[in-house]
């Protein structure tokens, strides 16, 4: 009996939070996005920043394993074990970096989408001023016409 009311308040939170996001405004929704976007480049970029750390360290230890010919057969199992892990580090690294450029197509593809209806209303709103400016031109000329015709009913004709 608990499981199904549990299941049945999911499918309610579910379902709100569905309805919620399907009427957000495009605007909230495409800076909400925008904002995503930002974060998940940052974290990419840290994470760029710290492969290439890593990898310097791999490339330097790799080097210093194969020139260290002193070493013992017990410093260079633990340096081997060390270099393992520090590649399998590296590797799992260089994953996640992969999976992060894709994610971030993703988010901006996803923001250029709900951009699309941003841009719509912008547009929209853009046409309304624009036929609004032209309207108060339109009723600004046709004072000064008629401004003009009565300056000039006052002005006496020279023919007369």
């Known amino acids: 009996m608990m499981k199904s009311q549990i299941g049945f308040l999911a499918l309610l939170l579910l379902a709100a939070t569905a309805s919620a996001q399907q009427s957000e405004d495009p ?3 495409s800076a909400r996005l925008r904002a995503k976007l ?6 990419h970029e840290v994470d760029k920043s710290t492969l290439k750390e890593s990898l310097s360290l791999l490339k330097r230890a790799q080097r210093e394993q194969r020139l260290d010919s002193k070493a013992s057969a017990e410093d260079r199992k633990r340096q081997r ?10 590797e799992e690294q260089k994953r996640l970096f992969v999976q992060q ?4 197509e993703r988010m901006r593809r996803e923001l250029e989408e709900s951009s699309g209806g941003v841009r719509a209303a912008r547009v929209e709103t853009r046409k309304e001023r ?6 108060d031109a339109r009723e600004i000329l046709e ?8 300056a000039f009913k006052l002005v006496p004709n ?3």
């Open 27 to 29: 605007r909230v929704k």
């Open 38 to 43: 930002e974060l998940l480049q940052l974290d």
């Open 81 to 90: 074990s060390e270099l393992n892990e520090l590649e399998s580090y590296v």
């Open 101 to 104: 450029a894709v994610d971030l």
């Open 130 to 135: 624009g036929l609004s400016a032209l309207k």
């Open 143 to 150: 004072a000064l016409d008629r401004a003009a015709e009565r």
């Open 158 to 160: 020279g023919d007369e």
